[in-house]
């Protein structure tokens, strides 16, 4: 048995052997800093990217930042306007809700001046998630909290408990529930080999245009009859059909070269419970290195995730790649993984935001939309704007899970 004085020179010793292990690699990691590849200019002008609903929040960022604010507080404060509108269905308060009617949200955010991070998967009951994310990154020793363990840190840090369910989208849901539902998101998944791929034909056959008119004729009565307003019916009808995906990102950089990300989601209209797509995964939804630069993503949160998107742009960026070509390339690693089913990339949607530390910045697509409506971006660096994204396919993808030919096969009318 060892004796108290065998510990106290036990302990003793180790420290000293801790004190020399921890002189050895602070001379390391200064040796690693020496050669690691960092972008080194800031931006001339301050500046904010984000998807293109950021642009009705986008001034209050740059007000923020213009005032030398926090770049994590402005990204969070364009976030935070599309959490608080109920209009927005994708995003905070009144977005669309999972297969049981329930709204669960998820949102990240990356802090470069600290490089610290927070985040929050499958909440309830509480909007404005992207806060509830960095409260997570500055109240706690921890980087994610999902669930209920995310939703009891939030009261215990003062965030209301409020219904998410908006009207409106509870009668999307019911509408869902009544025509599609036995369309949902059960396996197999579009990356799965048994997953029927669809021939190359349109999502919706010209020659059954009477049958899909029949169907939209009943749909449109079902909408009335749950009390949907008449001017929101074709919406309706069009998120129950195309079960929308939507998301906010927002990377802020200023001219100190302090730069910041956050994302923030309802995720995907009729998902399991418990679903969390890529928008609270750091490294997938949203990821910020100070050293070289932030992006974050919208679109099939399932598909990025397993190209760890943001993450894969900042590393293509560290190795010298510019914001347009890092984001291209990610996409075409999606694309390559497809390879053996090229026809189901029609079903990925796929856009990431990207700003480099000294200011170059690029919106990318898996489809750029059409000429006459392309897909845009929201940018403010004095000027707000919104610009075109680059698409790496001309068009528009289908909706997923596809609609079958026969639209009779859904829920009998
Ligand atoms: N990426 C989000 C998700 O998968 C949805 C979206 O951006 O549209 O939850």
Redesign the pocket.
Same mark, same amino acid.
């Given at each position: 048995m060892s004796s108290r004085r065998d510990f106290i020179a036990g302990t003793i010793i180790g420290s000293v052997a801790l004190g020399l292990e921890a002189q050895t690699t602070r001379v390391q990691a200064t040796q690693a800093a020496k050669t690691y590849t960092w972008i080194g200019a800031a931006p001339r002008k301050n500046i904010i990217i984000s998807?293109a609903n950021g642009i009705h929040g986008i001034d209050k960022g740059y007000e923020i930042l213009s005032s030398g604010g926090d770049t994590l507080d402005a990204a969070i404060a364009v976030g935070k306007v599309q959490e608080d509108d109920p209009n927005d269905d994708?995003v905070g308060y009144g977005g669309l809700p999972n297969e049981d009617g329930v709204v669960e949200l *998820?949102s990240c955010c990356m802090h470069g001046p600290t490089r610290m991070a927070g985040s929050v998967g499958g909440v309830r009951n509480i909007k404005n998630v992207s806060l509830l994310a960095q409260a997570v990154m500055q109240h706690t020793a921890h980087v994610m909290l999902v669930g209920q363990g995310a939703e009891k840190f939030g009261y215990a840090m003062g965030f209301p408990k409020e219904n998410l369910l908006t009207d409106r989208s509870r009668k999307v849901w019911l509408l869902w529930k009544e025509t599609m539902s036995n369309q949902d998101w059960w396996g197999p998944g579009l990356a799965d080999p048994r997953y029927p791929v669809p021939p190359d034909t349109p999502a919706m056959p010209t020659s059954s245009a009477e049958v899909w008119q029949q169907r939209i004729d009943w749909m449109t009565e079902k909408a009335a009859r749950l009390g949907i307003e008449p001017e929101f019916r074709m919406a309706a009808i069009e998120r129950v059909l195309n079960p929308? #995906? /939507? +998301?906010i990102h927002v990377s802020a950089a200023n001219t100190k070269g302090e730069i910041s990300g956050m994302t923030t +989601?309802s /995720?995907?209209a009729w =998902?399991l419970a418990g679903?969390? $797509? *890529?928008?609270p995964i750091i490294g997938a $939804?949203c990821y910020t290195d100070p050293d070289i630069g932030s992006a974050g993503? #919208? /679109?099939? /949160?399932?598909e990025?995730i397993k190209v760890a998107g943001a993450h894969t742009i900042i590393e293509n960026m560290r190795h010298g790649m510019s914001a347009k070509e890092a984001g291209l390339d990610v996409l075409r690693r999606i694309v390559h993984a497809y390879e053996k089913f090229p026809t189901k990339l029609r079903y990925i949607?796929m =856009?990431y935001y990207i700003l480099r530390r000294d200011g170059d910045y690029a919106g990318v697509s898996m489809w750029g939309g059409t000429p006459e409506k392309p897909a845009k971006f929201a940018v403010h660096d004095g000027a707000k704007r919104l610009e075109n994204l680059v698409g790496l396919y001309p068009g528009n993808p289908l909706t997923f899970p596809p609609q079958p030919k026969d639209p009779y096969k859904i829920n009998t009318p």
């Open positions: 998807s994708s *998820d929308p #995906t /939507g +998301t +989601t /995720g995907l =998902k679903r969390c $797509g *890529d928008s $939804g993503a #919208t /679109g099939s /949160g399932e990025n949607s =856009k």
